[in-house]
């Protein structure tokens, strides 16, 4: 239990009120639309690079693939916590 108030620590803290519930989720929405914007940038601009650019656009996939579960799995996990599934 401990690791994953480590790993989700929002999970944890927005979970008293649906308000929050909601508010908790939205977090972590817009973490995700933050975090791939700023991937997709990353990868237009060094995509002209020819073989390196493609390397770091493989690797800023793969980063973006592991944000996108993160957030995924932080909803669950808050969902869950939310409905005593999971015990605080």
């Known amino acids: 239990m401990e690791t994953l108030k480590k790993i989700f ?3 944890f ?5 649906v308000g929050n519930l909601i508010v ?4 972590y929405l817009v973490v995700g639309i933050l975090a791939g914007a700023i991937i997709w940038l990353a990868t ?5 690079l020819g ?3 493609a390397i ?5 996939g793969i980063c973006g693939t592991v944000v996108d579960i993160y957030v995924l799995a932080g ?5 869950l ?7 605080e």
């Open 9 to 11: 620590p929002l999970s």
């Open 13 to 17: 803290k927005r979970v008293d009120t």
């Open 24 to 27: 908790g989720i939205l977090i």
């Open 44 to 48: 237009a601009l060094t995509g002209w």
């Open 51 to 53: 073989v390196i650019g």
């Open 56 to 60: 770091i656009g493989w690797i800023l």
């Open 75 to 79: 909803i669950i996990v808050q969902i």
């Open 81 to 87: 916590v939310f409905a005593k599934v999971i015990k």
